[in-house]
């Protein structure tokens, strides 16, 4: 079984219900095992339209679904709960991004692992450090606690 984290955010409807819906789903696959949770965070948006906070958490989960087919998944259960297309990094009922999976590095049109811009946002480093602060980024071989105290 691999390690993986992802992040999940919503910022529409009952936030912190959405999530936790989205979990559920997730842990629901028979080839997935979510493993941990962080706590929800309260952040601001990072780009986009004006539009109202997020709620943001990490989870740590095993699967042996391979990168592309997870992220598939994870696409579905947005749909399931009520995303629509719309403005890049605009307004959401929930969205799921692989963040790390294993020390693989996945980078063409369709997906970037680890996520392109997570060494970047504290919204999700927070949550990550607080279920796994040892981990290292595969790239740049920084531990999470190091690069979110960059940010800090």
């Known amino acids: 079984m691999t390690k993986v984290y992802a992040g999940l955010g919503s910022n529409l409807g009952n936030k912190r219900e ?5 979990i559920d789903r997730i ?7 979510v493993k941990e949770k962080s706590d929800f965070y309260n952040t601001t948006p ?10 943001n ?13 997870l992220l598939k998944e994870f696409k579905e259960i947005e749909i399931e709960l009520g995303r629509k297309p719309g403005v ?9 991004d692989i963040l790390l999976y294993g020390d693989r590095i ?7 692992i680890p996520h392109e811009r997570m ?18 980024h595969p790239v740049s071989g920084i531990s ?5 105290e960059k940010l800090k």
Not at 57 to 69: D, F, K, M, R, Y
Not at 144 to 148: K, P, V
């Open 18 to 22: 959405n999530i936790i819906s989205a």
């Open 57 to 69: 958490c990490v989870i740590g989960l095993e699967t042996e679904i391979e990168p592309h087919t």
């Open 88 to 96: 890049r990094w605009g307004p959401r009922i929930v969205d799921i």
């Open 119 to 136: 060494h970047e946002r504290v919204f999700v480093l927070g949550p990550l450090y607080e279920i796994s602060p040892d981990i290292k």
């Open 106 to 112: 996945v980078n063409d049109h369709n997906l970037k």
């Open 144 to 148: 999470i606690s190091d690069l979110l």
């Open 46 to 55: 990072v780009g986009g339209p004006p539009q109202p906070d997020y709620v």
């Open 27 to 33: 842990d629901a696959y028979e080839e997935i095992c």
